[in-house]
């Protein structure tokens, strides 16, 4: 089966090459090919100065995995995840529609290049309901009330919404707690909040100015959160055990390694209140 759900209008096709795209230079840490030489070379000048970089955006990926299945084994079947990143192996919608094949999932991202393969990726056969929607994180307002996300996914039913490695691409000023806690202010009881926001409480502020001076120079900056403001996130939530960890702490279905309570992400999941 295909994917459902109108295309939506084209995405730009100023790729920007030239400057450097945090997706792509995510891509580029977990070993994919859909990058370009500034990507490159500015992800290079991160793992230069912060070396577990590389490991860290495989850590990340384990959990989107880990939480995704947990939410589809409880039984949920619809997933919103904004901020998806250029499709790899292992993408939520793969991951749900193992557990639910009827397991609806709609992508969220402002980025052309992820828009395109993305799309590329639904056009194969064997995906369940899923689409691919242009919007950004700065703008939940817009993000739900786009028709084609309403008709795709049914709001009167409990959602997954899913924010890994995304929140950190906002500033203070762009409102991060204000715009998660609008996103979850459309969802019913009983859904849940997918979280991974990137952290510098385990680096020297000489290796922190050396990663933010990386992705400054980048289409969108890097602003790592200590763990308070990251539990920010899940105020009014009721917390999945083991609560506010590092990622590869999230339920991990291996020992983690040594220095696992170090790894530069925190992450968690939590349930909108039944009662």
């Known amino acids: 089966m295909k994917g459902t759900g109108e295309p939506g209008p084209l995405p730009s096709a100023d790729l920007q090459m030239d400057i450097p795209h945090p997706s792509r230079m995510y891509d580029y840490y977990l070993g994919g090919k859909d990058n370009f030489p500034a990507d490159r070379e500015a992800a290079e000048r991160a793992v230069a100065a912060n070396p577990e970089f590389r490991s ?5 990926r384990s959990f989107l995995q880990r939480a995704v299945r947990f939410a589809a084994e409880q039984g949920i079947d619809q997933f919103l995840d904004i901020g998806t990143g250029i499709p790899t192996a292992g993408n939520t919608h793969q991951i749900a529609q ?43 307002a817009a993000i739900l009330a786009d028709p084609r996300l309403l008709a795709h996914l049914d709001f009167d039913r409990p959602v997954a919404l899913v924010l890994v490695a995304v929140l950190h691409f906002l500033r203070d000023e762009d ?3 204000a715009v998660v806690a609008e996103l979850l202010s459309a969802l019913v009881p009983g859904s849940l909040l997918i979280l991974s926001h990137g952290t510098a409480d385990f680096v020297s502020p000489e290796v922190r100015d050396s990663i933010i001076s990386v992705y400054d120079k980048a289409t969108a900056p890097l602003v790592g959160r200590p763990r308070a403001e990251v539990t920010r996130f899940f105020d009014g939530l009721d917390m999945v055990d083991p609560g506010v960890v590092t990622v590869p702490l999230w339920r991990p279905t291996e020992t983690p390694d040594e220095g696992a309570d170090r790894v530069g992400i925190y992450c968690g999941v939590a349930r909108k209140p039944v009662n």
């Not at 860290?56 to 990340?60: I, K, L, P, S, V």
């Not at 639904?122 to 939940?140: E, F, H, I, K, Y």
């Open 98 to 140: 193992q557990v639910t094949p009827s397991a609806r999932v709609a992508y969220v991202d402002n980025d052309p290049i992820v828009l395109a393969h993305a799309r590329a990726l639904m056009a194969d056969l064997g995906n369940g309901p899923t689409t691919v929607l242009q919007a950004d994180l700065r703008d939940p």
């Open 56 to 60: 860290t955006a495989r850590a990340n």
């Open 175 to 177: 409102k991060p707690h």
